[in-house]
């Protein structure tokens, strides 16, 4: 099996679970942000924090809902490629 042919196996896979999987991983982020900020780790903190909102832009607004709970203080930027 060649790489070109994984990768395009691994991101048919992703594209199935999408959604489903950027909400796990979004929940995983905050639980590490909560833990950073516990343990006074303000630039891991900010890092996450940074994460978190990418990964909520990708998810998108259809699921913000879902991820309200999952709030950070950074302001909403564009992490796109122009």
Do not use: W
């Amino acid at each position: 099996m060649g790489v070109t042919l994984a990768a395009k196996r691994n991101a048919d896979r992703a594209a199935e679970g999408g959604p489903d999987e950027l909400i796990a991983l979004a929940r995983m982020i905050a639980y590490a942000r909560q833990v950073a900020q516990d343990v006074k780790l303000q630039f891991a903190t900010n890092c996450l924090d940074l994460a978190l909102e990418a990964v909520k832009q990708e998810v998108g607004e259809g699921l913000t809902k879902e991820l309200a709970e999952l709030s950070s203080p950074v302001p909403q930027v564009s992490v796109r490629c122009h």
